[in-house]
């Protein structure tokens, strides 16, 4: 064998090696172990909470708006704020009787009069209230 072809083996192997050796002298992890913090996490405020997810907290939802069926996202929904306006011979989703408080994506508490609902995100819909989107309380 030659030199040449000897020093060719040699670089090709060696990376290999050194991988090899980094990931044998590293520490190793366990699967379930916790993950090692030095500083303790705060607990989230409303001050460090994402925008993106409303606080739908009772005591935050007393404080949202109502959602006006002007709002644009209202007109996209056919959104009204009593049922009993919604036309049933423009909309073939609507049965009578169907309301917010039993749909499935009405968030408020049985009873109340308004409630918080993911798709008017930061703001209450009526619990007698009724949008195309409206889908059977399981
Ligand atoms: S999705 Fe359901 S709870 Fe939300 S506005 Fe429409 S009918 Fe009401």
């Known amino acids: 064998m030659t030199s040449l072809a000897t020093r060719r083996r ?3 192997t060696t990376p290999f090696f050194v991988v090899a050796l980094v990931a044998a002298c590293s520490p190793k992890s366990e699967p379930n172990a916790p993950m090692a913090s030095t500083t303790p996490m705060p607990p989230p405020t409303p001050a460090t909470m994402p925008d993106a997810v409303p606080n739908t907290s009772p005591t935050a939802t007393a404080k949202l708006p109502m959602v006006d069926e002007k709002d644009a996202q209202a007109v996209a929904l056919n959104y009204v704020d009593n049922s009993a ?4 011979k423009k909309f073939k989703a609507y049965t009578a009787g169907s309301q917010c408080s039993g749909c499935a994506l009405y968030q408020g508490k049985a009873g ?3 409630g918080p609902c993911p798709l008017f995100a930061g703001k209450m819909v009526t619990a007698i209230g009724w949008c195309s989107s409206w889908v059977k309380k399981a």
Request: cysteine-free; hydrophobic content about 60%.
């Open 10 to 12: 040699f670089m090709v």
């Open 85 to 88: 306006k919604a036309d049933a």
């Open 112 to 114: 109340e009069s308004a």
